[in-house]
């Protein structure tokens, strides 16, 4: 079974340019997370999928952050502009069904350093 | 709202020394599912383990074993005669199944094992 695949692994922006992620969840995953997780925290949810409706966005900084998940499957974050402080590691995860029991499979995550 | 909290930021042990991290949880739902991820070196957050509220029998799978106590909201994670390929960071999580389907990570503890 392939795995959540994530692109590009590593981009370097200076602040206020914008910037896009990409991922691909599990075949048959019908929710779909984007985490952001700074060097030294936990990963943070910023928003969740369940097939291309959004489940939860509470924590998504709006003005410079957006995201879509066109036909329930691929999803792209976006933010613009950039600012120095949303250097981190973008994590998107997929699991079966968005109920509290299924184990989120995770991405290798893309790391995004703004200069 | 969920909390989880792993009060030990860092830890170091040598080689075949025992070693526990500790994780607290707050939650107000009656039925949850706790978690331990483990994120190596090369960033991707693989699964370990998933409890749920209703089953609190201590687990063991090898060299990993858990302690799930309600009494104390806790859930500790125990590796036994560590590795240096258990250098990683560990994090607790915390999935409600009532009032939010969204994973709350911990701060995460990092493990460093010394040859």
């Known amino acids: 079974e392939a795995g959540v695949a994530q692109s590009p692994r590593y981009k370097i922006i200076e602040k206020r340019q914008s910037v896009a992620f990409w991922c691909n969840p599990i075949?048959?995953?019908?929710?779909l997370y984007w985490y952001q997780q700074i060097l030294g925290q936990g990963p943070k949810l910023l928003i969740q999928?369940?097939?291309?409706?959004?489940?939860?966005d509470s924590q998504l900084p709006k003005d410079r952050f957006s995201a879509e998940r066109l036909k329930g499957v691929d999803s792209t974050l976006k933010i613009q502009p950039a600012k120095l402080e949303d250097s981190a590691v973008y994590l998107c995860?997929?699991?079966?069904?968005?109920?509290?029991?299924?184990?989120?499979?995770f991405g290798a995550g893309s790391r995004l350093t703004v200069l | 709202a969920q909390k989880v909290t792993q009060a030990q930021t860092e830890i170091s042990v040598v080689e075949k020394e025992d070693v526990t991290l500790d994780c607290v949880y707050e939650?107000?739902?009656?039925?949850?599912?706790l978690f331990w991820y483990k994120q190596p070196p090369s960033g991707e957050l693989v699964f370990l383990i998933r409890?749920?509220?209703?089953?609190?029998q201590n687990e063991i799978s090898g060299r990993y074993s858990w302690n799930f106590q309600k009494s104390t909201s806790s859930f500790n994670f125990t590796i036994t005669a560590s590795q240096v390929v258990d250098s990683a960071v560990y994090f607790c999580?915390?999935?409600?199944?009532?009032?939010?389907?969204?994973?709350?990570f911990g701060p995460g503890t990092r493990l460093s094992v010394l040859p």
């Open positions: 999580a915390l999935s409600e199944e009532n009032y939010g389907q969204n994973f709350v």
């Open positions: 995860a997929s699991s079966f069904k968005g109920t509290g029991a299924n184990v989120l499979t």
């Open positions: 939650t107000r739902d009656t039925t949850y599912y």
């Open positions: 999928f369940q097939n291309n409706g959004v489940v939860d």
């Open positions: 409890r749920n509220s209703f089953d609190e």
């Open positions: 075949s048959g995953h019908a929710t």
